[in-house]
Each structure stands twice: as structure tokens, then as C-alpha cells.
């Protein structure tokens, strides 16, 4: 199962826990799923960390590594312009356009809004972690 994880539920898994957490642990720890991402929403959560958590840069350093071995990396050609008032949520939907995904999980209101890109629902941590449980 492939999933693509939005910037504030990678930001919830690393710093408050919870279902987030849950979650980033089925990709990094169980293997259990596959995590997709891009470039642009790695910059955009160490961007966060470091100014609104006050990451050193060594500690951001180690996410990014974390990160990056492993989860799956796509490069999108196409941004879409899907909504208006947040580039960084399009680029989370940039990402499902390059591989066929299963879920978006987000918390996000903008893109949860949507409910369904390129085929691909957007859902809550929590509604994927009852998903998760039932298929067991």
C-alpha cells in the first residue's frame, strides 16, 4: 500500500505523536507501508522544524535522513493549481499524479476538503488507521 503523508502529519508524527505517529512507525518501523514523498514537502517540513520547533541543524540533518531512506522519492513534472491559497498543498498533490497511490493522509482542511485527487482519497490518520485494522 502506498500512502503520501502531508507535511502536518509528518510534523504531528515527529513532535506531538499520536496516530501520525502510528502511522510514520507502519512505514519506517513495520514496513507494513509504503511512504511516498518529494523534494518539495521534505524542504517545506525541515523549513517548519527549524522555525517553528527550532530544529538545530543537526537534528534536521537526522530527519532528513530518516526521511529520505525511507520513503519513496518522486520528482513531479506537473505542479497542479488546485487550490488557490496554498502552493505547499498542491505540492502534496503533485506527488499522487507521478505513481498510483492508495491514500493521501492529511489533516489539513484544504486538501481534506477535496476527498478524492487523481482517484486517490484524502483521509484523516485516523479514518486510515481504522482502514489498516479492518484489512488485518
Known amino acids: 500500500m502506498k500512502v503520501i503523508l502531508d507535511t502536518n502529519i509528518l510534523i504531528s508524527a515527529l513532535i506531538f505523536g ?33 522555525m517553528k520547533f527550532k530544529y538545530s541543524h543537526n537534528q534536521l540533518i537526522k530527519v532528513e535522513k530518516l526521511i529520505e531512506e525511507n520513503f519513496v522519492m518522486v520528482y513531479p513534472q506537473k505542479i497542479p493549481n488546485i487550490i ?26 484544504h486538501l481534506l476538503k477535496i476527498k478524492v485527487y487523481n482517484e486517490v482519497p484524502i483521509i484523516t490518520p485516523h479514518y486510515f488507521l481504522n482502514i489498516i485494522k479492518c484489512s488485518k
Not at 512507525?25 to 517548519?48: F, W
Not at 505547499?88 to 492529511?106: G, H, P, T
Open 84 to 109: 488557490k491559497n496554498d502552493n505547499f498543498d498542491n505540492q502534496v498533490l503533485a506527488i499522487a499524479n507521478e505513481l498510483k497511490i492508495d491514500y493521501i493522509i492529511s489533516g489539513d482542511n
Open 18 to 50: 499520536g496516530k501520525p505517529r502510528n502511522i510514520l512507525e507502519l512505514i519506517i518501523v513495520e514496513k507494513k507501508i509504503t511512504g511516498i514523498i518529494s523534494r518539495a514537502v521534505i524542504d517545506e517540513l525541515l523549513g517548519v522544524l527549524e
